[in-house]
């Protein structure tokens, strides 16, 4: 099942494994992840999205940017917190917002990984031309469109699918 270039060139079947294929990289790429690091590539995730705001996220913020629930991230979070990564702070703006604050250990594992996070990239994206990559860029930003055209079509069509 690895001849995924010989298939047909029907665009049907194209879409279908454009499709499936989201689903099997992302549970390849966790898979691999998973297997050789410390901690989860969901909760590398968190990590490194909680890293891209200038000051401490809440749960809601980091769920929003990362794709899932609110529940999920909380779940990722406590986890962290239990292993001395971040540490939950309740917003003196709000007190029902949990801010997620790394601790000097979670600090030192996002500066640890920086250098690894350029070679797993590199690893990846080895058999892409530049070219390639920003072309892909361009189709994911036109699939994170199609995604909001998939949650819209079964909001209008709830209860018929």
Known sequence: MHNYDTRGTDISWMKKLLFAGIFIQENKLHAIYDRYNEMSCKQWLLMAVCGAFDRPPDLSTLAKAMGCSRQNVKKLALHLEQEGYIVLEKSPADGRALWVRKTEKGEAFSKKNQELGTKVHDAIFQEFAPEEIEEYYRLS?????????????FKENRGKV
């Open 141 to 153: 930003v036109k699939m994170m469109h199609g995604l909001e055209h998939l949650e819209n079509f």
